[in-house]
């Protein structure tokens, strides 16, 4: 039975910002719901003030409005609330004032330094929070690795990425202010965590999706330079914003504003007024702007653009950046991502005639060089799986992996987490798979929970070399050695459900072949 213990004086941390009243269970303190930041709409976050006296820290504080969202068709799994049983969802009131961090730890003492891990949440640069999927919890991980784990939110979608720069100079900062609000809050890490016995030599920032995406784009920010020292990118390389360069990116930003600013009814003369608007009515102005640019909406139609001095842009198009030349970084993926929806239930019920011709009305002409491919690169899985192979993350991921190799000085480090989950009669694992697993979440994640036959042996795992990796860089352990990828030797860590290992990566072709069959993008 889980033991909880709140007073009215314990358990109090004392970091420079002013004092905070958590909740201790079992052995790790809860601080959460804490201010960084506050900001005006469309203006760069400022710290939050100090205070006096002491603030409550026992509650999530708000998640950043969403945009609305059109019903699923009804059987389309492909969506909440369809999909929350793979992936569950918690939703939460939502404000513009949003700036909000959580702290789990073991310790409220200056003296203990720690490893700290700061997630970022997944939901590309639209949606999602800090607590949106009961797995982000922090105390599980922080009771195992003895870390200090921090989540936060911060501005999303049209508050936090709609690009108003040509609007005039108060709206400079408007295509990033997002990321922005992240460095924010990895400053008040560096001002404030020695007091929950947080290193601030020590700081990782990890990351699934959006979340991963984030953690890239850390890389290319000068102003987050000296914040964090490695970093994890779990499902989070994708293509670079507007396709083939970093200009078309940027016009697409500027097209989507303007459609705003006309469904508004504004102009540049009297722009000033959407800093008073109602929320509700820019974000329905922007997901009708998706429709009539025939971009996609939703959580895809913002993204973060190069603004100088804070984000220099794509490391594709920009390349890496000198100053993290040292940072060590893991980033993989899973075998479905949005690829593993083939409910086919029990495989062995399928002639080979018949898996064939399931195949091939995916991959026509291709099928027996995609059967091929795929046997080489996963020899002990079912061939119904070739039908759920990733290439909308898995090419960029690979990418980012090659050229980081090639040109940092620390090492980088690759996975493919692919073991086929025992739900359904098996299925790929899917995006977000991995994250209980991380957080050692497994056991509240009822799909995860008919993994049976490995989670616990994955679980110790995965988390153990994320923890490891916090620690000293590396995220081999003493029962599973995780060799970097190098282009001489390009190997992958192989998560799977018979064993783990380290393998040559040899998805290349297949890769591509599944690439020109694809039927999903972002």
Known sequence: M???????????????????????????????????????RFRPAKPYPAWDGVKQAKAYGYICPLLPEDPHPEGDESGAPENSFEMPHRYWPMSENCLYLNIWTKHIDSDVKKPVMVWLHGGGFGAGSSIEQPAYEGYNLCDYGDVVVVSLNHRLNCIGFMNLSEYGEQYRYTGCLGMMDIVLALEWVRDNISAFGGDTDNVTVFGQSGGGGKVQMLLQMPVADGLFHKGIIESGSLTASGG????????????????????????????????????????????QAAKDLQIP??????????????????????????????????????????????????????????????????????????????????????????????????????????????????????????????????????????????????????????????????????????????????????TLVWEPYTN???????????????????DALLLDLVQKHMQFSL
């Not at 001489?488 to 040899?506: R, T, V």
Request: glycine content about 8%; overall charge negative; hydrophobic content about 35%.
């Open 2 to 40: 889980n033991k909880v213990i709140r007073t009215p004086d314990y358990p109090i941390a004392h970091p420079a910002c002013g004092k905070l009243h958590g909740y201790q269970k079992n052995e790790v303190f809860h601080f959460l719901g804490i201010p960084y930041g506050q900001a005006e």
């Open 244 to 287: 083939e360069s970093e200009e078309a990116g940027i016009e697409e930003s500027r097209r989507i504003a303007d459609r705003v600013v006309q469904l508004l009814g504004l102009t540049k003369e009297t722009i000033g007024q959407i800093d008073t608007l109602p929320y509700d009515q820019i974000a329905a102005a922007a997901q």
């Open 297 to 478: 909406g939703g959580m895809m139609l913002f993204k973060p653009v190069p603004v100088e001095g804070v984000y220099t842009g794509s490391w594709r198009f920009q390349g890496f950046r000198e100053e993290t030349r040292n940072i060590p970084v893991i980033n993989g993926t899973v075998l479905g991502e949005f690829s593993f929806m083939h409910f086919l239930g029990d495989k062995s019920r399928y002639t080979e005639e018949q898996k064939l011709q399931m195949i091939w009305e995916q991959y026509q002409e291709d099928t027996d060089k995609v059967l091929e491919e795929f046997r080489k690169t996963y020899p002990d899985k079912d061939i119904l799986y070739a039908l759920s192979v990733d290439a909308l993350f898995r090419p960029p991921t690979r990418s980012f992996v090659k050229g980081r190799a090639e040109w940092a000085d620390a090492p980088v480090y690759s996975y493919m987490f692919c073991p086929i989950i025992p739900y359904m009669g098996g299925v790929a694992p899917w995006h977000c798979a991995e994250i209980p697993y991380v957080f050692r979440n497994v056991d509240i994640e009822p799909a995860m929970c008919c993994a049976y036959q490995y989670t616990e042996r994955l679980q110790e795992e995965i988390s153990r070399a994320w923890v490891t990796f916090a620690k000293t860089g590396s995220p081999s352990t003493d």
């Open 488 to 506: 001489d030797q390009p190997q992958l860590m192989m998560f799977d459900e018979d064993s783990s290992g380290m393998a040559p990566e040899k």
